[in-house]
Each structure stands twice: as C-alpha cells, then as structure tokens.
C-alpha cells in the first residue's frame, strides 16, 4: 500500500510557471506507475499524465502536452508535474494516484487528497 502527499498548488497568472509534488510513503514506491489527474469544478476527473515505473515512459492528455512534464525519483519516493505555459483552463484541483504494476493510463488504485491549481487570466 502507499499513502500520497501532495503539494505545490497556488495561484499563477496565465503563462506562469507550477511545479506540483507528490511524496509517496511505502517500501515499494519503484513498484507503481504514477500519475497525475485533475478536476475542475463541475466536471469529471481527468487524466493528466502518467510515468511508469521506472520513469523510462511517460504520457500526457492532449490538452497538456508540450507544456507539462511528469518526472519521478524514485529513491526519493516523489513525482513531480511541471507545468508551464498554464492556461485558465488548467485550473482545477490536481490528484497524485498510483497504480500497482499498472499500465499508464489503466486503473489508479491509490489517491492523494488533492491540490489547488489557479490560473488567473
């Protein structure tokens, strides 16, 4: 099992800069492919971007690629999204997740609670 910890999250102008963190606790950190969701309000979860496990791949939503970069180190137990270029449309609240010897963009089996993201026009 592993707990997420999210953080990084704030309020940014349009074209600013974020870098979100995710700290994972657990002995087997190496063993999850990781991602990143996020949700707006009134609309459904969406997928972000995924790094497997041992950070060699990595894949991102359309609406996100070529602006955000997902990364992951594992001896430290943490994932990070880098986002620039950040639109309005970006804000929402951002999930770390895990999946369990999972694919990148199969089933998440484990949450963090969430962090803000605010981009002002």
Known sequence: QVQLVESG???VQTGG??????AASGRTFSSYTMGWFRQAPGKEREFVAGISRSG?????ADSVKGR???SRDNAKKAVHLQMNSL???DTAVYYCAASYLGTLVGKYDYWGQGTQVTVSS
Do not use: A, D, W
Not at 17 to 22: E, G, H, V, Y
Not at 56 to 60: D, E, L, R
């Open 56 to 60: 060699g791949n990595q894949y991102y």
């Open 9 to 11: 999250g704030g309020l």
């Open 68 to 70: 955000f970069t997902i």
């Open 17 to 22: 800069s974020l870098r979100l963190s995710c």
């Open 87 to 89: 639109k309005p449309e």
